[in-house]
T-cell receptor
Framework: DQQVKQNSPSLSVQEGRISILNCDYT??????FLWYKKYPAEGPTFLIS?????DKNEDGRFTVFLNKSAKHLSLHIVPSQPGDSAVYFC?????????????FGKGTRLSVIA | SQTIHQWPATLVQPVGSPLSLECTVE??????LYWYRQAAGRGLQLLFY??????ISSEVPQNLSASRPQDRQFILSSKKLLLSDSGFYLC????????????FGPGTRLTVT
């Protein structure tokens, strides 16, 4: 039973355009969501997060939107750059559970074409 | 600041051979520690996690095992490797009781031949 789903395994976007990566979750206890970026042969690095008390969080070119009623979040990258080409993982947590590990989606491979 | 180390970076092992991957964390105490595997073209699969010395939780039954002999050391082992054990192995840590704040190591590429 996948609690965090990234239904698009891959996405291709032209340089300068907007990239939108989507993530759905099923567990209503999740109250904190993160996006990680992963290059080949490297460990994932934290990109941006959002708490369930917010519906938007912005950091430079990266914005995460959260729709709690739809149990859906999305990561927007504007403008997309070739260096953004990587696999992006969505992750979720129920922070009250303390030590329960993050739940990850299967990832979306973003290719930004110059 | 905290750093996480994994070694070796790459490893090629024959089927049936043993395995030992090591992960250490510096700059923090009593961290939660995690082992993940990313098989080719697939997502992150949580294998084991530990909230303290000698405390290991297994997420997926398999021929791998984990141990935590010291506070900041996490070891992934196997007595006999299978071809299906090939993949990219990642260690991660988080502060105690803050599992949502997770940091990954550089990973180990394991190829079983």
């Amino acid at each position: 039973d996948q609690q965090v789903k990234q239904n698009s395994p891959s996405l291709s976007v032209q340089e300068g355009r907007i990239s939108i990566l989507n993530c759905d979750y099923t567990n209503s206890m999740f109250d904190y969501f993160l996006w990680y970026k992963k290059y080949p042969a490297e460990g994932p690095t934290f990109l941006i997060s959002i708490s369930s008390i917010k519906d938007k969080n912005e950091d430079g070119r990266f914005t995460v939107f959260l729709n709690k009623s739809a149990k859906h979040l999305s990561l927007h990258i504007v403008p997309s750059q070739p260096g953004d080409s990587a696999v992006y993982f969505c992750a979720a947590s129920a922070r009250v559970s303390g030590n329960t590990p993050l739940v990850f989606g299967k990832g979306t491979r973003l290719s930004v074409i110059a | 600041s905290q750093t996480i180390h994994q070694w070796p970076a790459t490893l090629v092992q024959p089927v049936g051979s043993p395995l030992s991957l090591e992960c250490t964390v510096e700059g923090t105490s009593n961290p939660n520690l995690y082992w993940y595997r990313q098989a080719a073209g697939r997502g992150l699969q949580l294998l084991f996690y530990s909230v303290g010395i000698g405390q290991i939780s297994s997420e997926v039954p398999q021929n791998l095992s984990a141990s935590r002999p010291q506070d900041r050391q996490f070891i992934l082992s196997s007595k006999k490797l299978l071809l299906s054990d090939s993949g990219f192995y990642l260690c991660a840590w988080s502060p105690a009781n803050r599992a949502y704040e997770q940091y990954f190591g550089p990973g180990t590429r394991l190829t079983v031949t």
